[in-house]
């Protein structure tokens, strides 16, 4: 079974979203992925995500009020076989905690998966409007599914 991490800043917003929906579509599609996610900071560890991530997933059928933040640590590395990180800090600061060129390969931009070589960006939405939650749902649910039809063909 493929072991995937999902990793933002905080854990509260981008990266508990991707792991609710692809939860969620784990279950739709049958996938044998196991899936968590973490944050490279620790400022939220232990507190459930965002309210508003909360709030705006629900309204999209997705639950992620069980959830629990943690920070990412060095071990995950060794763990994961896929670590997907939202933007290119989470990306310079986990590559920073890698010891070799094999779990450097682990890591990659999330949106990369789905849309190679462009290098794209999931945005922050936590200092954003009611409206950049709902764009960031709509953004990486696109990505989870396109992943998930992606991760059916090749195992
Ligand atoms: P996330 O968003 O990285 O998508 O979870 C953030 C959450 C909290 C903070 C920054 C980003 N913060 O500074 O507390």
């Not at 009020?65 to 800090?89: N, P, T, W």
């Amino acid at each position: 079974m493929q072991k995937i991490l999902f990793v933002c800043l905080g854990n509260i917003c981008r990266s508990p979203l991707a792991e609710g929906i692809m939860l969620h579509l784990k279950n739709k599609h049958n996938l044998n992925v196991e899936i968590d996610s973490a944050g490279t900071a620790g400022y939220h560890i232990g507190e459930a995500p965002d309210k508003r991530t909360i709030a705006n997933a629900k309204k999209n059928g997705v639950d992620l009020s069980l959830l629990r933040a943690r920070q990412f640590e060095k071990g995950d590395l060794d763990v994961f076989d896929k670590i997907y990180v939202m933007d290119h800090s989470n990306l310079r600061n986990v590559l920073a905690l890698a010891k070799d060129q094999k779990q450097k390969e682990k890591v990659s931009l999330f949106l990369n998966a789905v849309y190679p070589g462009k290098d794209l960006e999931i945005p922050d939405p936590y200092y954003g409007t009611e409206q950049s939650f709902e764009d960031v749902f709509q953004l990486v649910y696109k990505a989870c599914e396109t992943f998930s039809q992606q991760f059916k063909s090749t195992v």
